[in-house]
């Protein structure tokens, strides 16, 4: 049994004017056995949250709880906590094999289940035949994977990771992802793991807390928080690539609901907005956001075509089957991810191109504190559209 409990915890670095708050009022659980990512950008204060609770930092405020018990004082030992340190703390002067049963030898393990253990990590991680090698004599990924297993040979009550696999290249990236989600069942683990990458919390994580400087945005499965993002902030760093946003101004023009930018205008479907109560909010500022592969091609470029986007090609990036078409429209970039198979040839910067919005698509945040006001309607999305037009995902 291995959970874990942050309440309202606070930590700031330096003193006075000076002083800059890492971590702000964080309060999240990891239940026994789930596999909890810590997602923000840099600086988000999700390092200082991993070293306080392995007892590396110190809280201003709050408190730690491991199994119910109260941690926050406790020396990083007493914690039954695995962390992965940076590749550099490995001993230099010992083998990877002595670096990787170095805490099993601590735990005075018997010699062949240490073997066994150390053996299966290896085997893993693909480093099996390097475990004669000092660390001098592996590359930085090599390294960095010698780390983790030295991690993952220990059967802690809790794995702390923080970002162990961003300095390995995609490839086995790819793999370490798929090889973490199945240890992670295997050895029944509960863990908490840091990054910055959107795509290894969606793939890997049965809950995501979402950050921004110091603050939790949002707390909630990958596909809730992608589905259904509380705010702009969550809405924009998580998808690849990420969705877009525009300033814009809800009206009533002749009794239609209508969403302005610019020259742009999209309609909007009342019963939607009534049902986000903003069917009596005309003039509102708003911001509006839609994901790429919710943007087709439209079949007229011209002003005027029910809610079309119209602009200019600015750049286009094309990968493998689909392209990334960046369009201008009134100053704003909007990203599409378009099959290529739609786009009939390469095209050319400053082309004038129309992209078709789909009203049901589209989310709606206040403009001024960023909350979620009305969710795209996913479940009345036309399948066939979203398929046509590619995944959020991959990249
Ligand atoms: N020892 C320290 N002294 C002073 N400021 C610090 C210290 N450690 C962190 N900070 C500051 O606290 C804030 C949060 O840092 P933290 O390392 O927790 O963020 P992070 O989300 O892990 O970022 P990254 O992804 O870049 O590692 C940052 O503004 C950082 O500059």
Excluded at 44 to 57: F, M, P
Excluded at 232 to 255: K, Q, W, Y
Excluded at 356 to 382: E, H, K, M, N
Excluded at 383 to 394: E, R
């Amino acid at each position: 049994m291995a959970g874990l409990r942050v309440e309202g915890i606070e930590k700031a670095f330096g003193r006075g004017e000076r002083a800059v708050r890492a971590v702000c009022d964080l309060s999240f659980e990891v239940a026994d056995r789930e596999f909890v990512f810590l997602l923000g950008p840099s600086g988000a204060g999700k390092t200082t949250t991993l070293r306080t609770i392995a007892g590396l930092e110190q809280p201003d405020a709050g408190r730690v709880l491991i199994n119910g018990a109260d941690m926050t004082w406790a020396a990083p030992r007493e914690r039954n906590v695995a962390m992965v340190y940076d590749k550099n703390s490995l001993y230099p002067h010992l083998s990877v094999f002595e670096n990787m049963a170095y805490p099993l030898r601590l735990q005075r393990l018997a010699e062949s289940e240490l073997r066994e253990r150390v053996m299966g990590v290896a085997k893993i991680l693909q480093i099996e035949r390097m475990l004669e090698r000092r660390p001098r004599e592996l590359s930085g990924g090599q390294q960095q994977r010698v780390a983790i297993g030295r991690m993952l040979v220990r059967r802690a009550d809790l794995f702390l990771m923080d970002e162990p696999i961003s300095h390995l290249d995609a490839k086995l990236r790819a793999h370490m992802r798929l090889e973490f989600k199945k240890l992670q069942r295997e050895f029944q683990s509960t863990i908490l793991y840091v990054s910055h990458d959107q795509l290894e919390a969606m793939t890997m994580g049965d809950r995501i807390v979402a950050m921004n400087e110091g603050v939790v945005q949002q707390i909630g499965p990958p596909r809730v928080i992608f589905d259904r993002p509380a705010n702009r902030f969550v809405a924009g760093f998580v998808g690849e690539p990420s969705m877009n946003i525009a300033d814009c101004t809800l009206e009533d023009a002749g009794g239609a609901a209508t969403l302005r930018f610019g020259h742009q205008r999209l309609a909007l479907d009342r019963d939607w907005l009534d049902a986000a109560g903003l069917g009596n909010a005309p003039a509102r500022a708003l911001s509006l956001g839609i994901r790429p592969q919710h943007l087709s091609l439209a079949p007229h470029a011209g002003q005027g075509a029910p809610n079309v986007i119209c602009g200019v090609v600015y750049a286009a990036e094309t990968l493998g089957s689909e392209t990334i078409l960046d369009v201008e429209a009134d100053g704003v970039i909007f990203r599409a991810w378009i099959r290529n198979s739609a786009l009939g040839g390469a095209p050319e910067i400053g082309e004038p191109i129309g992209l078709q919005v789909d009203p049901r698509a589209i989310y709606l945040f206040d403009r001024a504190i960023g909350r979620t006001l009305a969710y795209a309607d996913l479940s009345r999305l036309d399948d066939a559209h979203a398929l046509s037009s590619g995944s959020p995902l991959i990249h």
